[in-house]
């Protein structure tokens, strides 16, 4: 029912997100009717395209870089249009990984909560779509650092220039390194020095998901978001995910999906320092 979070645009989108922000039941109220009557308008095929076109983003990196973790958008509506992403959580109390639609919340103590957001769950920098396979492909010989990782990824995408690509590369990890956050508190630290008291975990000879983005360096301006790849791991046990620091493998799966477009849904618009 909240589908209409994916046909809109300027100003009715804008008008729903607060809605949706102010989280009341009421609000909800007004924005399922509201998005009900669109649906309706649009039809089924309407939101279908919508739904697979665009990615979407809670919050901005440069609020992130500087040390704003407030909670800026409930994750319950925002799971009901993504299956796919990665991000953090407020106060950056854990690292955020979306995979088939399931959640996965990583704390600094490596342990991961599945399954739907809570009511209580807000993301302060999420990054998600509905995943499409536009091309599978594998990567063959041996890979011992990001750098060969992304290298090889590249191979298969086929417009780095205006083209933001979603990501999955599953097979045997012959090692893995991540990082997940500390919880912070406000007065918050910047984000380079809550990265520094972050707990990274090294494991090796694991199976699992590489689950992450590309983005274009045109989307660096007024998108605001990081470019190039960005990268979580979530281990087939489910009792590994975080940040991607590092990897080696020796062959894996490559699954890469083309979007058009990225769309802020919320972010921070108190007076920066």
Same mark, same amino acid.
């Given at each position: 029912?909240?589908? #209409? =979070? ?8 804008? =008008? ?9 039941? +009421? &609000? ?14 649009c039809?089924? +095929? ?14 901005r990196?440069?609020?992130? =870089? ?6 800026? #958008?409930?994750?319950i @509506? &925002? ?16 690292d955020?990984?979306? !995979? ?53 990824? +590249?191979?298969? !995408? ?18 893995? +390194? ?8 406000? @007065?918050?630290?910047? %984000? ?5 008291y ?11 998901? !590489?689950?992450? #983005?590309? =983005? ?11 470019t190039? #790849? ?13 940040? %991607? ?16 477009? !990225? ?11």
């Amino acid at each position: 029912m909240f589908k #209409f =979070f994916l046909i809109f645009k300027e100003k009715y989108c804008n =008008f729903v997100f607060y809605i949706i922000s102010m989280k009341h039941l +009421k &609000f909800y109220f007004v924005a399922i009717l509201f998005s009900s009557l669109l649906i309706l308008s649009c039809g089924d +095929k309407g939101v279908d395209n919508a739904l697979k076109s665009d990615v979407y983003q809670i919050g901005r990196y440069d609020s992130l =870089f500087k040390g704003h973790y407030e909670g800026l #958008f409930p994750l319950i @509506p &925002f799971s009901v249009f993504v299956n796919f992403g990665i991000g953090l959580s407020q106060n950056l109390t854990n690292d955020i990984t979306i !995979l088939n639609s399931s959640y996965y919340f990583a704390n600094s103590q490596n342990q991961i909560r599945a399954g739907l957001p809570m009511v209580s769950d807000s993301g302060t920098y999420v990054v998600g779509c509905i995943f499409k396979n536009d091309t599978m492909g594998n990567i063959t010989g041996k890979i011992i650092n990001l750098t060969q990782l992304q290298a090889s990824i +590249k191979r298969y !995408l086929k417009d780095t220039i205006n083209t933001i690509y979603a990501i999955k590369v599953t097979g045997n990890i012959d090692s893995v +390194k991540i990082r997940t956050f500390k919880t912070q508190a406000n @007065p918050y630290p910047i %984000l380079d020095t809550a990265r520094k008291y972050g707990t990274v975990s090294n494991a090796y000879n694991t199976s699992g998901t !590489l689950i992450g #983005f590309y =983005f274009p360096k045109k989307y660096s301006g007024s998108n605001n978001i990081e470019t190039g #790849f960005y990268f979580h791991y979530l281990s087939d046990d489910k009792k590994l995910s975080g940040n %991607l620091l590092g990897v080696s493998f020796n062959g894996a799966t490559v699954e890469a999906g083309g979007y058009g477009s !990225l769309n802020t849904v919320s972010s921070y618009s108190k007076p920066q320092p």
